[in-house]
């Protein structure tokens, strides 16, 4: 029987408590920026500079069955449609559209109000969740329609409510605020995945979220469960481990154990589009770190980090910035960027000097505490020494990055920036290695294709020389035949 947790992960106390938790409704932003990359391609613009938007309109779609939409989240005057910085690992600037807004906070007509779900078909709801933007958002963004649609087997929901990094606390605050849109939003994804029952995992630090939802809930599929706070508990294939004792193996997904798992925040987020028939245009961000008095707040998407961390009272003290999480969080340089779909929480820290990196002593620490049972300090030896396909085969694909290593490293190694590093080089080298391989492969058939060519006019030109002589041969016969038929008539008539 599982005891909810798993082996290594660390208990880091949260550095940033507050005394009670809450949701502040940020004010409207003067501008939106939504970028229009998807998991799948870029969506298309369906707006022009210059239009005037609703709030929850389509300014952009996909054809593609796989991606959502994007909606306008206040109401205004489409700006530009060009390329701008966004928050993202990559680095790369993205195609997207700046609304401005005209402060009217006008919305489309979408004629929602507690409609039964039972009354949709399974296809129907997916569409609707599909049109309404609604990704994961946990962190991944990836589609929820699709990660629910047309599942076999399926036995399990889990939905997560951990809670990814210490500090964070918006799903604590939408548990604790919205518990019965969550249990119907659960429903409503159970009905259509088919699962026999979910199970909402809370991490055994937030009891008043964990109180509010046992209270709602009335459903015996639904089971709440309690599990140790500890990092990275959030982690999904942990999660599943932890809750199900069920090990989901490296390259493996969890639908193919009969599992799906979706977080606290894509629940509420159904709830709102099956039953109010709202698309995703906003999200309940946390904003914390000890350059501010941390809180959560729902803010539009598309709305700038700077719009959201002016309603913190930050210090006046120079600042480092971060979104998700101070563990796998993404550092924001420019706080301009737009809030999306996946930003949970803007870490605004004050900034210290960087400790001295040391030499690796070989304390082993970093390994007690692997939740993927890796030894980091190997990998790390290995890809120092430039040696990746030892790294490789001392499963650095499966490293998820959690950073737990980096936290315990007394000799302050940024042992994730050697990984990440490794890990994004050894793909580029792969898919180098594959170009070359097509490449060669290619050649090879144009070779092939050419000798073939060659022998194959050969052989014609034969056949053709061939049929020559014979045609000659025949017609010389017929000549010889004609000649000896002329003599012998030439003779008869000599003889008369
Ligand atoms: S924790 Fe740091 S010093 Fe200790 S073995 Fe790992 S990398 Fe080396
Ligand atoms: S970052 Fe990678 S190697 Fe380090 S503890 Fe996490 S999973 Fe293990």
Same mark, same amino acid.
């Given at each position: 029987?599982?005891?909810?947790? *798993?082996?290594?992960?660390?208990?880091?106390?949260? +550095?940033?408590?507050?005394?009670?938790? @809450?949701?502040?409704?940020?004010?409207?932003?003067?501008?939106?920026?939504?970028?229009?990359?998807?998991?799948?391609?870029?969506? /298309?613009?369906?707006?022009?500079?210059?239009?005037?938007?609703?709030?929850?309109?389509?300014?952009?779609?996909? @054809?593609?069955? *796989?991606? #959502?939409?994007? &909606?306008?989240?206040?109401?205004?005057?489409?700006?530009?449609?060009?390329?701008?910085?966004?928050? &993202?690992?990559?680095?790369?600037?993205?195609?997207?559209?700046?609304?401005?807004?005209?402060?009217?906070?006008?919305?489309?007509?979408?004629?929602?109000?507690? =409609?039964?779900?039972?009354?949709?078909?399974?296809?129907?709801?997916?569409?609707?969740?599909?049109?309404?933007?609604?990704?994961?958002?946990?962190?991944?963004?990836?589609?929820?329609?699709?990660?629910?649609?047309?599942?076999?087997?399926c036995h399990t929901l889990i939905i !997560?409510?951990?809670?990814?990094?210490?500090?964070?606390?918006?799903?604590?605050?939408?548990?604790?605020?919205?518990?019965?849109?969550?249990?119907?939003?659960i429903?409503?994804?159970l009905?259509?995945c088919g699962a026999d029952r979910a199970i909402i995992?809370?991490?055994?630090?937030?009891?008043?979220?964990?109180?509010?939802?046992?209270?709602?809930?009335?459903n015996d599929r639904i089971n709440?469960n309690?599990?140790?706070?500890?990092?990275?508990?959030?982690?999904?294939?942990?999660?599943?481990?932890?809750l199900l004792?069920?090990?989901?193996?490296?390259?493996?997904?969890?639908?193919?154990?009969g599992i799906?798992?979706? !977080?606290?925040?894509?629940?509420?987020?159904?709830?709102?589009?099956?039953? !109010? &028939?709202? +698309?995703?245009?906003?999200?309940?961000?946390?904003?914390?770190?000890?350059?501010?008095?941390?809180?959560?707040?729902?803010?539009?998407?598309?709305?700038?980090?700077? &719009?959201?961390?002016?309603?913190?009272? +930050?210090?006046?003290?120079?600042?480092?910035?971060?979104?998700?999480?101070?563990?796998?969080?993404?550092? =924001?340089?420019?706080?301009?960027?737009?809030?999306?779909?996946?930003?949970?929480?803007?870490? #605004?820290?004050?900034?210290?000097?960087? +400790?001295?990196?040391?030499?690796?002593?070989?304390?082993?620490?970093?390994?007690?505490?692997?939740?993927?049972?890796?030894?980091?300090?190997?990998?790390?030896?290995?890809?120092?020494?430039? !040696?990746?396909?030892?790294?490789?085969?001392?499963?650095?694909?499966?490293?998820?990055?959690?950073?737990?290593?980096?936290? #315990?490293?007394?000799?302050?190694?940024?042992? #994730?920036?050697?990984?990440?590093?490794?890990?994004? *080089?050894?793909?580029?080298?792969?898919?180098?290695?594959?170009?070359?391989?097509?490449?060669?492969?290619? *050649?090879?058939?144009?070779?092939?294709?050419?000798?073939?060519?060659?022998?194959?006019?050969?052989?014609?030109?034969?056949?053709?020389?061939?049929?020559?002589?014979?045609?000659?041969?025949?017609?010389?016969?017929?000549?010889?035949?004609?000649?000896?038929?002329?003599?012998?008539? /030439?003779?008869?008539?000599?003889?008369?």
């Amino acid at each position: 029987m599982s005891n909810y947790s *798993f082996k290594g992960g660390i208990v880091i106390k949260n +550095p940033y408590l507050v005394n009670k938790v @809450e949701i502040i409704q940020a004010s409207l932003p003067k501008k939106i920026i939504l970028p229009l990359q998807k998991f799948d391609g870029k969506a /298309k613009p369906c707006v022009s500079v210059g239009d005037y938007v609703l709030v929850g309109q389509v300014v952009a779609s996909t @054809e593609s069955g *796989f991606d #959502v939409s994007s &909606h306008a989240s206040i109401s205004g005057v489409v700006l530009s449609i060009d390329t701008q910085d966004i928050v &993202h690992k990559s680095g790369f600037k993205f195609q997207c559209i700046t609304i401005k807004s005209d402060g009217e906070d006008k919305w489309i007509d979408n004629k929602g109000g507690n =409609v039964d779900f039972l009354h949709y078909s399974k296809e129907t709801l997916v569409g609707i969740i599909q049109k309404s933007g609604i990704v994961g958002m946990g962190g991944a963004g990836f589609p929820t329609h699709v990660k629910i649609n047309k599942v076999l087997d399926c036995h399990t929901l889990i939905i !997560n409510g951990t809670e990814c990094e210490p500090g964070v606390m918006c799903d604590d605050a939408l548990m604790q605020f919205y518990p019965k849109e969550i249990i119907l939003g659960i429903e409503i994804l159970l009905y259509i995945c088919g699962a026999d029952r979910a199970i909402i995992a809370i991490e055994d630090d937030k009891q008043a979220a964990y109180q509010a939802l046992l209270t709602v809930n009335r459903n015996d599929r639904i089971n709440i469960n309690q599990i140790p706070t500890k990092y990275t508990s959030g982690a999904e294939k942990l999660l599943i481990k932890a809750l199900l004792d069920i090990e989901i193996l490296s390259g493996g997904f969890a639908i193919n154990e009969g599992i799906i798992c979706q !977080n606290i925040s894509t629940t509420k987020a159904v709830f709102d589009a099956v039953i !109010n &028939h709202k +698309p995703l245009v906003s999200r309940i961000v946390t904003v914390t770190g000890d350059g501010v008095y941390p809180n959560n707040f729902e803010v539009r998407l598309g709305a700038s980090f700077e &719009h959201l961390i002016s309603m913190t009272s +930050p210090n006046t003290k120079e600042h480092n910035y971060r979104m998700g999480g101070m563990m796998m969080g993404i550092d =924001v340089v420019d706080i301009n960027m737009p809030i999306g779909k996946t930003t949970s929480a803007i870490f #605004v820290n004050n900034k210290v000097s960087e +400790p001295i990196v040391q030499e690796c002593i070989r304390c082993g620490q970093c390994s007690e505490v692997c939740p993927i049972g890796l030894l980091p300090q190997q990998l790390y030896w290995y890809i120092k020494s430039k !040696n990746f396909e030892k790294a490789l085969n001392y499963n650095l694909p499966d490293c998820i990055e959690c950073a737990c290593c980096d936290y #315990v490293c007394p000799s302050h190694i940024p042992l #994730v920036s050697y990984f990440s590093f490794a890990k994004t *080089f050894s793909k580029q080298q792969t898919i180098e290695q594959n170009k070359v391989n097509t490449a060669r492969e290619r *050649f090879k058939y144009r070779e092939y294709r050419l000798e073939r060519n060659k022998l194959e006019r050969a052989q014609v030109m034969l056949d053709k020389k061939k049929a020559l002589k014979e045609k000659m041969a025949k017609e010389q016969f017929q000549k010889q035949k004609i000649t000896e038929a002329i003599q012998r008539v /030439k003779q008869a008539k000599d003889k008369i």
